[in-house]
């Protein structure tokens, strides 16, 4: 069996004023399965690629697929890879860049809702994004993709 793998983006801004730090940019999962969840409903814009596409240009792909925003230009920070429980191995990069979450067009997929209905529906792949800090960001983020904001953090201090 191929071993499934995806790629994605995390966005980061430095923030001024009074106390400077940073800030990361997540998406809420969309669809009826998260509607209710906060927190470790929040997820780094990734998704899977194949054989024939580099991670780096998935990352930039699925960025648009699911923020409908093109990939901001800049310095691409690996962030390492991270492998599932499901065996999917992850590869993250940070970017450093501010997107307005209100200019967010997000794509969508469809699935069978309520379970065993017949009735096929379209939801939001995001249903929002959001800036937060790292200490916020820690609590909304699904737990497998937490190192990647450690990771982060760790480059940012050092």
């Known amino acids: 069996m191929t ?9 980061f801004r430095r923030t ?15 669809g ?18 194949g054989p024939d596409e580099s991670p780096r240009d998935a990352a930039r792909r699925e960025f648009t697929e699911e923020i409908g925003l093109p990939p901001p230009d800049g ?5 390492g890879e991270v492998v599932l429980s499901s065996g999917k191995l992850v590869t993250v990069w940070a970017v450093e ?4 979450p ?8 469809s699935m069978e809702w ?3 209905s ?5 939801f939001p792949e995001l249903d929002r994004v959001a800036w937060f800090t790292p200490q916020v960001a820690e609590t909304k983020l699904i737990k497998s993709q937490v190192p990647f904001l450690e990771r982060l953090l760790g480059l940012l201090e050092g």
Do not use: C
Not at 3 to 11: E, N
Not at 97 to 100: G, I, P
Not at 102 to 109: D, H, R, S
């Open 75 to 79: 310095e691409h920070l690996p962030l």
């Open 97 to 100: 860049a501010d997107l307005d």
């Open 32 to 49: 009826p399965l998260w509607s209710a969840r906060d927190a470790g409903g929040w997820g780094i814009p990734k998704g899977e690629y």
């Open 3 to 11: 071993q499934k793998r995806s790629a994605g983006l995390l966005l």
């Open 102 to 109: 209100g200019l967010m067009v997000p794509g969508t997929f």
């Open 16 to 30: 001024g004023g009074p106390a400077p730090g940073v800030e990361v940019l997540l998406g809420h999962l969309g």
């Open 114 to 116: 309520p379970p065993h």
């Open 118 to 122: 017949g009735n096929v529906q379209e």
